[in-house]
């Protein structure tokens, strides 16, 4: 197994497609670092000001979760499509026969290349974030408390978005297809859908993934997400990783275990 987590790893740093997403992460991170500075000097009358209260603080420390739900999942997808695009995955099965691994490696890899990502995000709060703090004369001592409700929890999220992928990969197979599938269910359907339930029927669909990954992440930008009442914690990354597991689960049983000669 750790030989073929290390193949994948290596598939995966010696193609473009995942250093270009790490390039996008950092770039969309350092944009939405706007974000909490601005919203801060909104509440000061205007401008932009270091962050004080929790959310804002929590927002900066996590402005990776706003990245992470276009960009997570999207590393799932090269992981497992890139086999079909490139045909290799003969190739591929006649090394490890066994299926169950070759998808296990292809989750683990994915799920690293996720953390990568997220470490990707930090680095920007840490370069950009945490300077332009310290020059509007942010409180460290204020920004620390919120380090441990936070950072484990964009960890979470950047490795179960990454699992997400996998299984919408495994799913359907075509990487264009899976892509504007991660991208379109995460940032325009299921906005659609949670002011749909929200308004019309009175529902809160906090299971989904933007929901689940504001609540695993200690409300990081709930805000934004259009919904009502997060989950737990706990509860969001139970969703996030039903999100993960019962779609490739799906896709091993009805795509992945198909003849692929």
Not at 9 to 27: C, E, H, N
Not at 45 to 71: C, I, K, Q, S
Not at 121 to 128: Q, R, T, Y
Not at 141 to 151: D, T
Request: charged share 10%; with cysteine; glycine share 14%.
């Amino acid at each position: 197994m750790i030989r073929l987590v290390r193949s994948e790893l290596f598939k995966l740093r010696t193609t473009p497609g995942p250093w270009i997403l790490l390039a996008v992460d950092m770039v969309a991170c350092g944009l939405f670092l706007i974000i909490p500075f601005h919203q801060a000097g909104t509440n000061l009358g205007g401008g932009y000001a270091a962050p004080t209260t929790v959310r804002d603080l929590r927002d900066m420390l996590g402005v990776g979760v706003e990245a992470a739900l276009f960009l997570a999942p999207i590393a799932g997808v090269l992981c497992i499509t890139g086999e079909y695009r490139h045909k290799v995955l003969t190739t591929t099965l006649l090394v490890a026969p066994r299926r169950t691994n070759v998808l296990t490696a292809k989750a683990i890899a994915s799920v690293i290349w996720g953390l990568l990502l997220a470490l990707g995000s930090f680095v920007m709060v840490g370069a950009e974030g945490l300077s332009w703090f310290a020059a509007d004369g942010g409180s460290f001592s204020a920004l620390g408390h919120q380090v441990a409700p936070v950072v484990p929890g964009v960890l979470g999220v950047f490795a179960l978005l990454a699992l997400f992928g996998v299984g919408i990969g495994v799913l359907v197979k075509n990487q264009v297809a899976g892509v504007l599938v991660t991208i379109g269910g995460t940032i325009i359907v299921e906005q659609l859908l949670v002011a749909l339930f929200q308004n019309v029927f009175h529902l809160d669909l906090n299971w989904l993934p933007s929901e689940a990954s504001a609540a695993l992440a200690s409300g990081v930008f709930s805000g934004h997400t259009g919904g009502g009442r997060l989950l737990s914690w706990w509860a969001g990354g139970l969703a996030l990783l039903g999100w993960g597991v019962v779609p490739a689960t799906l896709g091993y049983f009805t795509t992945f275990r198909r003849d692929v000669t």
